[in-house]
Antibody, heavy 117, light 108 residues
Framework: QVQLVDSGGGLVKPGGSLTLSCAAS????????MSWIRQAPGKGLEWVSY????????YYLDSVKGRFTISRDNAKNSLYLQMNSLRAEDTAVYYC??????????WGQGTLVTVSS | EIVLTQSPATLSLSPGERATLSCGAS???????LAWYQQKPGLAPRLLIY???NRATGIPDRFSGSGSGTDFTLIISRLEPEDFAVYYC?????????FGQGTRLEIK
């Protein structure tokens, strides 16, 4: 069955860096676009970034452009989000999701990122 | 960027009743790229509807989606206790993905 496992969250100081990972199994990872979506505490969902199946095309929310980098390793069935220059407003649960026709048909369990001094 | 506005913000109904949730877009959305999700506390969202009207795998037929252009609707025909949750619409267009702010469906 399709499974996505998010990891890498934690507490980081403002200006710091963190890399999130998403391990995929149960499907042909290299066939699908993948995405990161976040949810600040008590708030709604916010799309952060997505990447094409080959990794050649990447798209970002304006507020994270230049600070976050999405990548994937199709040989390892893994998705990543490198986050630099973190701000308090980046505090959220981050979910990876498989994209099918523009919608997230499977989601990871989420990993919490807290940016605080 | 296409802005999605969901209404109402909160909907209070009883089990067995019919729920109608709306999602309005600031500009026309390709109906192929309009989805609905359900989220329960502490859990990841679950895809209910894709392409505006197609139920995702395993979704009961009491959930239905409709609409086109700038107006979309999610209907839950007969509410079950497990349906009380937050619902989000989402669109994909012009290489960007946006979500509505959510509708909280609560037990009356």
């Amino acid at each position: 069955q399709v499974q996505l496992v998010d990891s890498g969250g934690g507490l980081v100081k403002p200006g710091g860096s963190l890399t999130l990972s998403c391990a995929a199994s149960g499907f042909t990872f290299s066939d699908y676009y993948m995405s990161w979506i976040r949810q600040a505490p008590g708030k709604g969902l916010e799309w952060v970034s997505y990447i094409s199946s080959s990794g050649s095309n990447k798209y970002y929310l304006d507020s994270v452009k230049g600070r976050f980098t999405i990548s994937r390793d199709n040989a390892k069935n893994s998705l990543y989000l490198q986050m630099n220059s973190l701000r308090a407003e980046d505090t959220a649960v981050y979910y990876c999701a498989r994209l099918l026709l523009g919608s997230g048909d499977y989601w990871g369990q989420g990993t919490l990122v807290t940016v605080s001094s | 960027e296409i802005v999605l506005t969901q209404s109402p913000a909160t909907l209070s109904l009883s089990p067995g009743e019919r729920a109608t949730l709306s999602c309005g877009a600031s500009q026309s959305v390709s109906s192929s790229y309009l989805a609905w999700y359900q989220q329960k506390p502490g859990l990841a969202p679950r895809l209910l509807i894709y392409d505006a009207s197609n139920r995702a795998t395993g979704i009961p037929d009491r959930f239905s989606g409709s609409g086109s252009g700038t107006d979309f609707t999610l209907i839950i025909s007969r509410l079950e206790p497990e349906d009380f949750a937050v619902y989000y619409c989402q669109q994909y267009g012009n290489s960007l993905i946006t979500f509505g702010q959510g509708t909280r469906l609560e037990i009356k």
